[in-house]
């Protein structure tokens, strides 16, 4: 039965169902961030757990078809980096590791932002820059937090 599921799962097949499976996600963070479907959808275990079983599921056919530990080389340079990514399994784990982080920050600022009141303009603009950017979403509500905030938190 594994084996039928790993020959329908392709790597296309799992990149296309975890970049369309997020879309909703993130509409309902910028659309609907406090209703009861965002909260059983993004704010709980759901999404993370199906992206995990993907990554996992990859993982397991680098396991069984390649050399996991090549994983290791990325710290080495960027050209071996460059060479981890030139393998569409290597590749496709890493893309799904930005999707969920990426969510998991999208969602924390949603959150967040019901704490300082920040307005619903800015939030959609840092939930949009942290799907597109990531990092600079982040530090771009970061920003908008401490003028709402009006104090400055390193460690918050």
């Not at 937090?145 to 390193?154: A, D, H, Q, T």
Request: with cysteine; charged share 10%; proline share 3%.
């Amino acid at each position: 039965m594994i084996d039928n599921l790993l020959t329908f799962l392709t790597y296309e097949k799992i990149y296309h169902i975890a970049n369309f499976g997020v879309l909703p996600c993130w509409l309902l963070l910028i659309f609907i961030p406090n209703h009861v479907i965002t909260k059983f959808f993004v704010k709980s275990v759901i999404i993370p757990l199906l992206l995990s079983t993907a990554y996992i599921l990859v993982a397991y056919q680098i396991y069984i078809s390649e050399n996991i530990f090549e994983v290791f080389n990325l710290y080495i340079g960027l050209d071996e980096l460059y060479a981890l990514f030139s393998n569409e399994a290597f590749l496709l784990i890493f893309w799904l590791h930005f999707l969920s982080i990426s969510l998991f920050v999208g969602n924390w600022i949603a959150s967040d932002s019901r704490i300082f009141l920040i307005s619903k303009f800015l939030v959609v603009i840092s939930l949009l820059l942290t799907y597109f950017t990531g990092p600079i979403g982040l530090v771009f509500y970061w920003i908008i937090r401490i003028f709402y905030s009006k104090k400055i938190n390193y460690y918050d």
